[in-house]
């Protein structure tokens, strides 16, 4: 039997069939989206307007930064990004197979979300844990 990972974050959703996404919520009065749940929309400051969405997995890279402070555990140097979605939420992440060069990446270059193991991080009975990735898009 194939054991489910666990997402390593609420927003990871890992359906049964088909494949993980991230759950974003949309604000009912501007169309904000954003990553995480909340009840007040911080674009327009409406109230209870929030509903569920599954956000795009495609966009362009905002800004990076190389990374080089490590941690346990942690390889360096690696390239922490924001990226602007196609619907404009903006997300947080590490952007992986590409090098960590600033001569190699380029601002607003098309790239991709993708799901895999978070790092071989595992919970106390041996789960594994799924998180997102941005790697370079076609
Ligand atoms: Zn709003």
Excluded at 57 to 82: E, N, W
Aim: proline share 9%; aromatic share 10%.
């Amino acid at each position: 039997m194939k054991v489910k990972p666990l997402p390593a974050v609420p927003y990871i959703k890992i359906p049964d069939e088909g494949e993980p996404y991230l759950e974003g919520y949309k604000c009912g009065s501007c169309g904000a989206t954003f990553l995480g749940e909340r009840a007040t929309c911080s674009k327009c400051g409406a109230r209870d307007q929030m509903s569920t969405t599954t956000l795009p997995t495609r966009g362009k890279l905002y800004s990076y930064s190389i990374v080089y402070r490590s941690f346990p555990g942690i390889d360096v140097p690696y390239i922490s990004a924001i990226v602007d979605l196609e619907d404009g939420t903006a997300i947080k992440g590490n952007l992986i197979n590409i090098d960590p060069d600033p001569a190699s990446i380029e601002f607003d270059m098309p790239v991709e979300v993708i799901f895999a193991d978070a790092l071989g991080r595992k919970d106390q009975e041996g789960n594994s844990y799924l998180s997102y990735f941005f790697q370079p898009a076609s």
